[in-house]
């Protein structure tokens, strides 16, 4: 019975990796800062965000997989704009999310999230990290969490209108990590 469990558990994890990675999976525009910008003090490139779009997830293959919390991450902005109260955004159009996102404890930045839109249905963009920010490795006392940040551009067509919490879905070694940021959006 153990062993039926177990390759049950198995089978689910699974399938969720592959349907979490084939969802709303983009391809980044530009790469990351260079380091050569950085070694001759000239000032790095702007990071031109991921173009993406979110595909729907049934909420209970979301939940099928064990996920550790954790409170290394944040969504600092939506279209340029601090992300502190729950926007309106258009259903037709494209929002771009910026963040970061990191395992702090072990000092390990994933090379890809999932921003989730959790609500009566959920939805799912995968997103490379890779943004500069000096300022999370800084605050965190650890130059390895340096490119910690993300931003995609992503379309919310797909998107039904309703209110939805952000959450980040990321990998760290054999860890599922699942960081809520307190963040809200609402889609008309």
């Known amino acids: 019975m153990h062993h039926i469990r177990l390759i049950s558990s198995v089978a689910t994890a699974s399938a969720l990796t592959m349907v979490l990675a084939g969802c709303g999976h983009s391809t980044p525009e530009s790469a990351t800062p260079t380091d050569h ?71 390990s930045v994933p090379s890809e999230i999932k921003l989730v839109l959790q609500g009566t249905s959920d939805y799912v963009v995968a997103v490379p990290t890779g943004m500069s920010r000096q300022d999370v490795a800084t605050a965190n006392n650890n130059p390895a969490l340096a490119n910690a940040g993300y931003s995609v551009a992503a379309n919310l067509s797909r998107v039904q209108a309703g209110q939805y919490k952000v959450v980040l879905l990321f990998d760290a070694g054999s860890k599922h990590l699942r960081c809520e940021t307190d963040k809200k959006v609402s889609i008309q």
Do not use: M
């Not at 979301?62 to 902005?77: E, G, P, T, Y």
């Open 37 to 107: 910008a950085a070694a001759t003090g000239q000032a790095a490139p702007a990071y031109t965000p991921t173009i993406g779009a979110f595909a729907v997830v049934p909420a209970a293959q979301l939940q099928q997989q064990k996920q550790d919390k954790v409170a290394s991450c944040n969504l600092d902005a939506i279209n340029g704009k601090p992300a502190t109260s729950a926007p309106v955004l258009p259903h037709t159009g494209t929002t771009t999310f910026t963040g970061w996102a990191a395992d702090v404890e072990a000092g």
